[in-house]
């Protein structure tokens, strides 16, 4: 079996990339996409425009895995790597799995699962697509190694049955907001690095609502992030309305938030949900 086909970017260090505690998890999902189409040039000498415009495919992010492994704040380095350590195409060719890991150091800081469902474009400009395999054209740059037909797992679904069925609800709470242009991407649809935003706002709106705090959730606020997960199932768009929902848990005697994220305009549809352990 061959080595995985990977890429590695050495990047400065600037104060944006971090919050009081630890590496932004929105910057730490950004850097991955980057370095994913960084591996594409590399391996298939494709880039992200090409492939919309000379396959007529695209894909769209459906699950993230963000785990910090070590401590690391702005004054620990000047650089950092990041690095793909393996790539998969799953599902009968309609899903790319992406793990990346992100080292100051020589010592592994965080690492990310990035989950894309592939999509078949209809060749208008609003780049309206629906889910669909990828192009035999393109499956053929893949190595043997790197195809896997097996469904996804993905830790969503997992911890969410082990939070409800053993965990303790706290509290939960509610908060609005409307989708505008600084949240999206190119075709004015939300942009998934944002989710970890959306998250970290709903918790910190239920923790500065609370009157009583007897399970000191409030003590989360001076506490790095162990893991964020995310799957999501429906999109946003320029203006949209939203609603998340918070639940605040204790699983193991340690605090959990779960973060359910509705879209108001388009039925109340649940559009994605995010986990924040800590």
């Not at 080292?103 to 699962?113: D, G, H, L, P, Y």
């Not at 848990?249 to 973060?259: C, E, I, K």
Request: aromatic residues 12%; negative net charge.
């Amino acid at each position: 079996m061959s080595e995985e086909r990977t890429v590695n970017t050495i990047y400065p260090i600037h104060t944006c990339l971090f919050t009081a505690l630890q590496f932004h998890g929105r910057e730490l999902l950004s850097l991955g996409m980057s370095n994913k189409w960084l591996w594409f040039e590399n391996h298939f000498n494709m880039s992200f425009p090409e492939f919309i415009k000379k396959y007529q495919q695209s894909n769209v992010a459906v699950a993230f895995e963000i785990e910090y492994i070590q401590p690391f704040d702005f004054f620990d380095a000047k650089t950092f790597d990041v690095s793909i350590s393996k790539v998969r195409l799953r599902q009968k060719d309609s899903v790319f799995e992406f793990h990346h890991e992100f080292t100051a150091n020589n010592i592994i800081f965080a690492r990310v699962a990035l989950y894309w469902r592939i999509l078949m474009l209809s060749g208008d400009d609003a780049l309206t697509a629906h889910p669909g395999p990828l192009g035999k054209e393109l499956i053929q740059l893949f190595l043997p190694e790197e195809i896997d037909p097996s469904r996804t797992v993905r830790a969503v679904s997992k911890q969410l049955c082990e939070i409800e069925a053993e965990g303790q609800l706290i509290t939960e709470n509610y908060s609005n907001f409307t989708l505008f242009r600084h949240q999206c991407e190119v075709a004015d649809q939300w942009s998934f690095v944002e989710l970890p935003t959306l998250a970290s706002a709903g918790r910190e709106q239920l923790i500065i609502s609370l009157e009583d705090d007897p399970e000191n959730l409030s003590s989360t606020m001076g506490i790095p992030i162990k893991n964020i997960v995310a799957k999501l199932s429906c999109p946003f768009f320029l203006f949209d309305e939203g609603r998340v929902r918070t639940r605040a848990y204790l699983l193991n005697n340690q605090p959990v938030f779960v973060h359910h994220i509705f879209n108001i305009s388009r039925a109340d549809t649940l559009a994605a949900v995010v986990v924040e352990s800590f």
